[in-house]
């Protein structure tokens, strides 16, 4: 018999919550960088995150690629 193994890695870092206003914020303004993003959620949401947005907008679909700017 095997017994059921905990799971690998830590719990995440960012809530529900913050990944709804995570996506939120990156669609209300396409033209921000990770680190200005990083900034927005940390002085408006209180979230004190630094490195998991760059990972965290990879898996929701954003690629890095900065929205074209429309007429």
């Not at 809530?15 to 960088?33: A, D, F, N, P, W």
């Not at 209180?46 to 890095?64: A, C, N, P, Q, Y």
Request: glycine share 10%; aromatic share 2%; charged share 15%.
């Amino acid at each position: 018999m095997s017994a059921t193994q905990p799971p690998s890695g830590g719990p995440c870092k960012m809530t529900e919550q913050g990944q709804h206003m995570l996506k939120c914020t990156v669609r209300r303004s396409r033209q921000l960088s990770a680190e200005s993003i990083t900034n927005h959620l940390q002085t408006s949401c209180d979230f004190h995150i630094s490195t998991i947005v760059h990972r965290k907008l990879h898996g929701m679909g954003f690629h890095g690629q900065a929205g074209a700017c429309k007429p």
